[in-house]
């Protein structure tokens, strides 16, 4: 089993800067991919960065590519994502998910084992 706690959210004006963290546990040797969703009001969870946790490869949503950066601390065993220049189109609630099953799509929530609780980010216009 693999715990994922996030935190960082917040309110903050458009233009602003946030940074999410996602704090893993337990077995964290298999969280192959850590992945950053959000999900807003009356829409389907939509996919926003994803990293590896060994080659450091990531993957962005066309949204928010030169604008939020995902990274990882491998010894903390914590993604971060840093949000800048925040749009009020970015207000969601940001999950963090970790563990990719073996042939799914980075980008599709259903591929996921692992799934926090959520932090609420709210973009002010």
């Known amino acids: 089993q693999v715990q994922l706690v996030e935190s960082g959210g917040g309110l903050v004006q458009a233009g602003g800067s946030l940074r999410l963290s996602c704090a893993a546990s337990g077995r964290t040797f298999s969280t192959n991919i850590m992945g950053w969703f959000r999900q807003a009001p009356g829409k389907e969870r939509e996919f926003v960065a994803a990293i590896t946790w060994s080659g450091g490869s990531t993957y962005y949503t066309d949204s928010v590519k030169g604008r939020f950066t995902i ?3 491998n010894a903390k065993n914590t993604a971060y994502l840093q949000m800048n220049s ?3 189109e ?5 999950y963090c998910a970790a563990e990719l099953r073996a042939g799914s799509n980075v ?4 591929g996921y084992d692992y799934w926090g609780q959520g932090t ?5 216009s």
């Open 120 to 124: 609420q980010v709210t973009v002010s």
């Open 86 to 88: 925040l749009k009020p």
């Open 107 to 110: 980008r599709n929530p259903r």
């Open 90 to 94: 970015d207000t969601a609630v940001y």
């Open 71 to 73: 990274s990882r601390d």
